[in-house]
């Protein structure tokens, strides 16, 4: 079974808010969905949170996806209204010419087959399988300290001085908003240990991705990788999006990681040439 594909066109700037909602009804079954059909790929629609003023997307995982489409030249547009619609009620998710699919991984993996993109063509197989366990170091350990971080251990920080949450607001929705945080990082470990052992923690994982990353332009060397969407999305969150109280962001920012502060300006500089206008033009 083969899918037909549109050849790729001029598009928008990746990314644009356009507020787009599809009502199609899809099964959520990508092999099922594809089977003998033509898919329109100019027609990606990233379901997500809403643009924020201190990062492109508050959401590691769409953080990261939206870097790999960048970096991979793959045209999308950006739903802020129905990212709670998605069929594992799961962020991020996109809707592709009614094919609705989850999960930052699988998502990335359809379209590298759907656009006949692979930023890992340049890896042997054995740098492959090193980049592999790196990448689930970063989303399953690096990903819930700074979760908990955030949204538990610096909530006013983040939620009133950075994002200027009113007091009122923040006042009712502060304890069951981190109660859910701390039943989450509870669920993966992270949220049994004390603040000052999640601090601990927070400095030696980023003490060894330095270590790891070293005078390198990239993870994996000179060419960036998937397992580079993934860093910058965690690593971007913890440099502008997390609360100078907490002791990782003044590690990373602090000058003694300045390779890796140079590694996230790299990807920001060339596949985020919008940043700045983006977060400026946001409400929130």
């Not at 502060?261 to 940043?275: A, E, F, G, S």
Request: net charge neutral.
């Amino acid at each position: 079974m083969m899918t037909s594909l549109h050849e790729k066109k001029p598009h928008l700037y990746p990314g644009l808010d356009l507020g787009y909602s599809d009502s199609k009804c899809a099964k959520t079954n990508f092999d099922e969905q594809c089977s003998g059909m033509e898919i329109n790929t100019d027609h990606v629609v990233l379901h997500t949170y809403q643009r924020v003023k201190l990062i492109p997307n508050v959401d590691v995982f769409s953080m990261k996806l939206e870097t790999y489409m960048r970096i991979s030249k793959i045209p999308y547009k950006l739903d802020s209204k129905d990212w709670c619609k998605g069929p594992k009620n799961t962020v991020p998710w996109i809707d592709i010419d009614g094919i609705k699919i989850e999960d930052s991984g699988v998502i990335m993996r359809r379209l590298n087959e759907m656009f006949k993109v692979d930023l890992n063509e340049h890896l042997s197989d054995e740098e492959k399988a090193t980049a592999w366990p790196v990448q689930k170091w970063l989303e399953e350990y690096t990903y819930w300290l700074n979760y908990h971080s955030r949204w538990y251990m610096y909530w006013d920080d983040l939620v009133v001085n950075m994002f200027e949450c009113p007091a009122a607001l923040n006042k009712l929705i502060r304890i069951p908003a981190r109660w859910w945080q701390k039943k989450q990082t509870k669920a993966v470990g992270i949220g049994k240990h004390t603040d000052e052992e999640v601090n601990e923690m927070i400095i030696k994982d980023l003490e060894q991705f330095a270590k790891l990353l070293g005078d390198k332009k990239f993870i994996m060397g000179n060419k960036i990788s998937e397992v580079d969407c993934a860093a910058f999305g965690i690593l971007s969150q913890i440099r502008w999006c997390t609360p100078k109280s907490c002791p990782g962001h003044q590690l990373l920012t602090g000058g003694k990681q300045q390779n890796v502060m140079d590694y996230l300006d790299r990807i920001k500089d060339v596949y985020w040439p919008d940043w700045e206008k983006i977060c400026a033009e946001s409400k929130c």
